[in-house]
């Protein structure tokens, strides 16, 4: 299985990032052009994925409500429920298989980055990994295949002589230093010795900061701040019972903060060039959720008129209006007008 997918998925992503340096000639700015070639690509199921995750959001308390009257009858909860996501084109599950979908991608961006800045080993180096139409004669790929042959031939060298004797030479150096137009050395960690770790360690913070953005553009809108824990066990001790959305909102408040400080933690011991893939990416993702988050709640309206319509489009005598802000056209009928037509 992880043979099939390295083989359909992993080496192909990798091989356009050697593509994209080839034509370049600069790491980091291949890195940028990558990255937005890769969004671009997903931006399809991105867009499916946060359309749903906003329309999930905002059905949260009709779906509250459903819950409230059904007075714990499951079944006429579950059939309320999916009439709720049929009125407004809800696909719960489209997410996940969103999600599926881009797991092997970041995979193998991540194994594309790293074959790159890492010290080679025989199982992992750019002669293995490249096809033969990217590693062509004085391509950039072929030049730093041959830097990480040398030092694979001088490592096997090294390691073959005895404690003394390498004690009297000096261990083997991989050569190729990716950078970002000279200026930034991408395959440092955070640190402070240099201008290029206190960089790294700059973006690593920045990337955080924005990976805090996006999450907070998916939290619930109109609410000013979210319940503690501590909050929902003092309802719950005094017998008052506990909204799941307010559930939901504090885990999504407490993750939001959460995770970046995770990934910060995580970031010092990765290379500045996959910390830059990490930044670029939350930036494009922050951007391309505030387009398509404010693209949802017309969809959902659109949804919500087409549903109103289907009720209606039996009855033959109604008043035609029309919906100012969607510029969908639906059927009003009064209350006289049903009665006729049921007589």
């Known amino acids: 299985m992880f043979s099939l997918i390295d083989l359909i998925i992993v080496r192909p992503i990798t091989n356009i990032l050697f593509l994209i340096y080839n034509l370049v000639g600069d790491f980091g700015l291949a890195i940028i052009l990558f990255v937005l ?9 991105v867009k499916r994925q946060l359309h749903q995750t906003k329309l999930m959001r905002k059905i949260q308390p009709e779906l509250a409500e459903i819950k409230k009257n059904c007075n714990g009858n499951r079944q006429l ?32 961006i991540f194994g594309a980055i790293r074959v790159m800045v890492n010290v080679p080993t025989a199982d992992s180096n750019l002669d293995v990994r490249a096809y033969s139409f990217v590693k062509y004669e004085d391509s950039n790929i072929e030049q730093v295949i041959a830097l990480q042959n040398k030092y694979l031939e001088e490592k096997s060298a090294y390691d073959s002589k005895s404690e003394e004797e390498k004690s009297a030479i000096s261990a083997p150096v991989y050569e190729f230093h990716p950078s970002f137009l000279g200026l930034w050395n991408l395959e440092v960690n955070p640190g402070f010795k240099s201008a290029s770790e206190i960089t790294t360690l700059f973006v690593a913070i920045l990337a955080c900061f924005v990976q805090y953005l996006t999450s907070k553009q998916l939290r619930p809108s109109g609410k000013s701040k979210s319940k503690s824990f501590r909050q929902l066990m003092k309802e719950a001790g005094e017998g008052k019972e506990i909204d799941q959305a307010d559930i939901n909102d504090m885990t999504s408040a407490q ?52 549903a109103v319509i289907r009720e209606l489009k039996k009855i033959q005598e109604a008043e035609v209006i029309e919906n100012k802000k969607t510029g969908t056209k639906i059927r009003r009928i009064s209350a006289k007008e049903i009665k006729k037509k049921r007589r």
Do not use: H
């Open 37 to 45: 070639l890769v969004k671009l690509c997903m931006w399809p199921l």
């Open 255 to 306: 993750m939001g903060v959460m995770m970046p400080i995770m990934l910060l933690l995580i970031m010092i011991n990765l290379p500045g060039a996959l910390i830059l893939y990490y930044f670029l990416s939350n930036v494009f993702t922050f951007f391309q959720q505030k387009y398509a988050l404010s693209k949802a709640e017309k969809e959902m309206e659109i949804s919500a008129d087409k």
């Open 77 to 108: 909860e579950s059939l309320q429920t999916m009439d709720l996501y049929k009125k407004y084109n809800v696909k719960p599950f489209r997410s996940l298989l969103s999600i599926l979908i881009q797991l092997p991608m970041f995979i193998a």
